[in-house]
């Protein structure tokens, strides 16, 4: 059972909001939602009759309706229940515990040129036995909050600058991610410059990274640009697409096996993938060089991911390989650094709620996905785990070190199996539950006394408008 009395409240506001929602927004139109909201465009309601729904939508200011505001939010409720949590290491056992996350925006449009968009989230944690992690909770932030300069536009041509606060997420969100998965969302502040075609997209950046703190307004900014870089897509009909980039960092303090240090690290990479019906792939290389303390980096990874999608059977099932290779320290204590940092990325890169980050990694990852009924899903998936490297360690999900591995000389680390399945209402609510069990490998009984497979389960509700 949950460790506090606000269980019992929680599920009764979870039912009472959910069939509100059915009959408030159930039937309303809409386009599907985006990973970013602030993607979201909704002008194409200007000209016709609108509902209640709509007209939060698209609500104009003015008698030409070129100044309009739209308005948009979501309610996440999530119930979480895990077992030996670091393979037994924390000592905790069984752990179950509540997450939600609220959130509203406002987006509002002064013609074509100029624009305001800002977004307030809360994300809440309740009944963690060690208390929340970094990524459950963050009471009341300011999300987004930035301007949109249209600089110029021509045909399908577009310069756009964005200033202020607000979430980045490019590529398969390997390096930079607004991190969907966890609790809490990853935002920077900075500035932006974004040019578009109808073939050809490039965004060059320069933004500060926060520290993130789980009061009421009490995130501190680094007051200083320790995220840099440009990432563009190309194109290809029929072929797919490219994507070409360049990102730096600096950090005052890094930790690795190695030891701790100031970080300055560059990555070039590039990435070519096509999604959609048939023959399916996602190909990623990337080099990363610069300094740690005294030392230099020298790091790389790549990704091979090939799949199939049968769009014309019943099912519309999907099967697909992946294997990594991420880098890792070939020496530790000389100095020198070659573990592959990943930056920013997502939590879920190899399955939700994973145990192993994407640093010193070679992994075998076989998944299919199935479309059950119209409106419900399911992946499954097997990832097998070993270090790259045996002179370095383990990282968890968001690239920080986790269990040092020089003083053992086994490689595997151990097996995820995952099961995962989503249901959908309509447009605005969702249904999300899973379940994975962790095997211990060789290296897991090696450097854990008395380790522990770890079983992982989770169900989410989520409501957008």
């Known amino acids: 059972m949950l460790k506090s009395s606000k269980s019992i409240s929680f599920k009764i506001k979870t039912l009472i909001f959910t069939i509100l929602s059915f009959y408030i927004f159930g039937n309303a139109s809409a386009q599907n939602f985006k990973l970013l909201r602030y993607d979201e465009n909704y002008e194409f309601l200007k000209d016709s009759s609108r509902n209640f729904y709509e007209n939060i939508k698209f609500l104009p200011l003015n008698v030409k309706k070129d100044i309009y505001v739209s308005f948009g939010g979501e309610a996440r409720y999530e119930y979480v229940d895990f077992n030996n949590e670091d393979w037994g290491r924390l000592n905790i056992g069984h752990n179950n515990f509540l997450l939600q996350r609220y959130d509203i925006h406002a987006d509002v449009h002064f013609g074509k040129n100029f624009r305001v ?54 590529g398969s969100g390997r390096l930079i991610s607004v991190r969907e998965g966890p609790n809490a969302r990853l935002y920077f502040t900075g500035g932006k410059i974004m040019y578009s075609s109808s073939k050809f997209s490039i965004d060059a950046f320069a933004m500060m990274a926060d520290t993130i703190n789980t009061g009421v307004f009490d995130n501190k900014s680094s007051k200083q640009v320790n995220l840099y870089g440009a990432y563009s897509k190309i194109i290809f009909p029929k072929a797919g697409n490219l994507d070409l980039y360049y990102i730096g960092i600096r950090r005052d303090e890094s930790a690795f096996e190695e030891g701790i240090a100031k970080e300055r690290r560059h990555t070039i990479g590039t990435r070519f993938w096509k999604y959609g019906g048939g023959f399916i792939y996602n190909l990623e290389a990337a080099y990363q060089f610069g300094s740690f303390g005294n030392g230099n980096i020298n790091a790389w990874t790549g990704s091979i991911d090939l799949g199939y999608s049968f769009e014309n059977i019943k099912f519309k099932p999907t099967i697909n390989l992946r294997n990594d290779y991420i880098s890792g320290d070939k020496r530790s204590g000389d100095g020198n650094l070659q573990t592959f940092n990943p930056l920013y990325p997502k939590g879920g890169y190899f399955g939700f709620s994973p145990q192993v980050g994407p640093v010193n990694l070679i992994d075998i990852h076989p998944y299919a996905t199935m479309d059950l009924l119209s409106n419900l899903k399911m992946q499954v998936d097997v990832v097998f785990n070993w270090r790259y490297s045996l002179e370095d360690g383990v990282y968890r999900p968001s690239g920080s070190f986790n269990l040092s591995g020089s003083d053992s ?27 994975q069990y962790f095997k211990t490998g060789a290296f897991i009984n090696d450097i854990i006394p008395d380790s522990k497979d770890g079983v992982f389960f989770n169900a989410r509700l989520t409501f957008k408008f």
């Open 409 to 435: 000389k086994e490689k595997y680390i151990g097996t995820a199996y995952l099961a995962n399945f989503t249901y959908s209402f309509n447009k605005h609510i969702s249904v999300v539950s899973g379940i």
């Open 117 to 170: 968009f800002a977004q307030l989230r809360s994300a809440l944690q309740d009944g963690r036995t060690n208390g929340p992690r970094g990524i459950d909770e963050d009471q009341l932030n300011i999300q987004n909050f930035f301007i949109d300069i249209n600089l110029w536009e021509n045909l399908d041509k577009q310069l756009i600058f964005r200033g202020g606060k607000q979430e980045l997420d490019y």
